[in-house]
C-alpha cells in the first residue's frame, strides 16, 4: 500500500523535500500533498532586493519551479491553501482554501514542516499603514514594486524612502530603493549597520554607505509611523527626529513561523524554531520532519543552537528530508554561520562567530584586522578590502572571520567557511593551497594574510 506525505509549506525547504521523495519514490508508492498559502512555489526570496532594484528584470526568473510544474511530477501542490492545525496524534492536518473558505482534513503517514520564518514588525502605531511594505515573499516584492511604479506619495521634495532595519535585507532594500531614484534613508536601532558584524567593521560599512547617499542613522528606534491624508505614510518617527517618507520597507528580521507546531505541542528551541535530529526529524516524533526558516541549528563553531533564516540551509535540509522520507539515508550536521550580502559596490560577508558571540560562548580569543586589496596592488582595479578574524587563545582554532571591501572581497569568507567546518587553526590556514595570479589576488590572499596575523597574535598571548 502507498504512503501519504504531507508538506506544509511550497517554498525552498518543502519544495525541496517533496521533490527528492519523488525521486526516490513513485507515485504509486508515495503519495504528495503539499499546502502553499501563497500564489508561488520554490522562488528565491533573497532575490527580492534585486528584483525590486531592477538587477532581476522579472518576478518569473525568481522562480525555479512553478506549482504546475510539480504538478506535472505527480505532487499534489495546493497553492492559496492554509494549514490552520496539525493533529500529530491522529496524523492530520486541517487545512483552508482562502479564495473559498473550504476547511478539510487530510491524512497523513509522514508530514514535514516547512512553514519559514515570520517577519518581525515594530509594535508601533501605524505600522499597518498604507505605504508600509514588508518583503517577506513574492507577492510583497510585487506589492511594493507596484506602489513604486504608480510613484505613490510623492512631492515637490522628491521621492523619499525609509528603511526600517540595517541587516541584510536592511542594506539591500537601500539599494534597491536608491537604484528607484529615491532618497533614502536607513533607520537603525543597533549601534552600527550590519549586527552581525562586530561593530568596528559595521562601521566600514555606516561609512560606505553614507558615501553612496544612504543616509544611516544608528541608535535609532521607530515610535510611530506618522500618516497624512487618506490614512498614507507620511513620515517615520523616532524620540530624536522625524524622517519624512513617501514609501517605507521594513527590513527588521524575522523569527521562526511555528505557531501551529507549538499548537502541536512539538518541541520548540530557545529561539523559537522547531528542534530536530540529524535527520531533521522532529525530535520525540518518528514521521514529522522540518526545515527551513522554522527550525534552529547547531553552530558547529559554538556548540549551541542557532537560528538562520538562509536559502541555501533551506534547500539542503529540505534534500535531507526528502532522502530520509524516501527510504534513503542523509544528515544536517550544522552550520558555521556564514552569510554574505552588497550593498552597490561594497560587498559585506562574515562566517563563524562575532566577538560577542564567542564572549557569550565562554571562548578566550585574540582578534587581528588587515587591510589588504582584491588584486595584486599594481594591477588595475585593485580595490581594498578589509578583513577581521577571531581565533582561540591556546589552540589557535579558527572563530570566526569578518570581511568588507570591494569587489572580489564577499566570496572569499568562503575559505574561512572551510576551514571553520575543518576546525582548522589560524597556523594550518597559512599553508592552504590557493590559486594565484595578479588579476584575481596578491601573492598573500588576504585571507591568508589575516590568517599570519592572527597565528602571531596566539603566539604573543601564550
Known amino acids: 500500500m502507498s504512503e501519504r506525505l504531507v508538506v506544509i509549506g511550497g517554498d525552498a525547504a518543502g ?30 526570496a533573497c532575490g527580492i532586493p534585486y528584483w525590486v532594484g531592477g538587477d532581476v528584470g522579472s518576478r518569473d526568473e525568481l522562480i525555479a519551479r512553478s506549482p504546475e510544474e510539480h504538478r506535472a511530477r505527480a505532487i499534489d501542490l495546493r497553492t492559496r491553501t492554509e494549514v490552520t492545525e496539525i493533529d500529530v496524534e491522529r496524523q492530520r492536518v486541517r487545512s483552508r482554501d482562502l479564495e473559498s473558505g473550504t476547511e478539510e482534513w487530510t491524512g497523513f503517514d ?40 504608480r510613484g505613490e506619495g510623492s512631492g515637490t521634495e522628491g521621492r523619499r524612502a525609509v528603511v526600517v532595519g540595517a541587516g541584510y535585507i536592511g542594506v539591500e532594500m537601500a539599494e534597491a530603493l536608491l537604484n528607484r531614484g529615491y532618497g533614502v534613508t536607513v533607520l537603525n ?5 550590519m549586527a552581525t558584524l562586530d561593530p568596528d567593521m559595521g562601521r566600514l560599512v555606516h561609512a560606505a554607505m553614507d558615501g553612496l547617499g544612504i543616509r544611516t542613522v544608528n541608535s535609532a528606534a521607530v515610535t510611530e509611523v506618522l500618516t497624512g491624508p487618506g490614512g ?40 523559537g524554531g522547531l528542534l530536530t535530529d540529524l535527520a531533521m526529524r522532529v525530535r520525540g516524533h518518528g514521521n ?26 533551506a534547500n539542503k535540509q529540505g534534500q535531507v528530508i526528502g532522502s530520509n522520507v524516501g527510504g534513503d539515508y542523509a544528515t544536517f550536521p550544522g552550520v558555521v554561520g556564514t552569510a554574505v550580502s552588497k550593498v552597490c559596490d561594497l560587498e559585506i560577508a562574515r562566517t563563524g562567530l562575532r ?39 591556546r589552540t589557535g582554532r579558527l572563530l570566526g572571520t569578518q570581511i568588507v571591501g570591494r569587489e572580489g572581497a564577499a566570496k572569499r569568507v568562503d575559505v574561512a567557511a572551510v576551514a571553520l567546518t575543518a576546525r582548522m587553526t589560524v597556523e594550518e590556514m597559512t599553508a592552504l593551497d590557493l590559486g594565484y595570479a595578479p588579476p584575481f589576488s596578491p601573492v598573500w590572499d588576504p585571507v591568508l594574510v589575516a590568517a599570519r596575523k592572527a597565528t602571531a597574535a596566539v603566539r604573543a598571548a601564550g
Open 189 to 193: 536601532r543597533s549601534e552600527q549597520p
Open 110 to 149: 509522514k508530514l514535514v514542516i516547512a512553514t519559514g520564518a515570520r517577519p518581525l514588525r515594530p509594535p508601533v502605531p501605524g505600522i499597518d499603514a498604507p505605504g508600509v511594505h514588508g518583503v517577506q515573499n513574492l507577492d510583497d516584492g510585487q506589492a511594493l514594486i507596484d506602489a513604486l511604479s
Open 288 to 313: 514529522v520532519w522540518a526545515g527551513g526558516d522554522c527550525v534552529e541549528v547547531l553552530d558547529l563553531v559554538s556548540g549551541r543552537m542557532r537560528h538562520v533564516a538562509l536559502g541555501t540551509h
Open 355 to 393: 566577538e560577542k558571540e564567542a564572549r557569550e560562548a565562554g571562548l578566550r580569543f585574540v582578534t587581528v584586522t588587515v587591510e589588504s586589496t582584491s588584486r595584486a596592488g599594481y594591477y588595475p582595479g585593485a580595490a581594498p578590502m578589509t578583513v577581521k578574524m577571531l581565533a582561540e587563545r
Open 232 to 271: 498614507r505614510v507620511r513620515a517615520v518617527a523616532t524620540d530624536e527626529e522625524e524622517y519624512p517618507a513617501d514609501v517605507v520597507v521594513l527590513g527588521t528580521g524575522v523569527r521562526p513561523e511555528t505557531a501551529l507546531a507549538e499548537e502541536a505541542g512539538l518541541p520548540l528551541g530557545a529561539h
Open 15 to 44: 519544495m525541496s523535500a517533496a521533490s527528492q521523495a519523488r525521486r526516490l519514490k513513485s507515485p504509486g508508492e508515495l503519495e504528495i500533498v503539499a499546502f502553499e498559502r501563497g500564489h508561488f512555489s520554490s522562488y528565491s
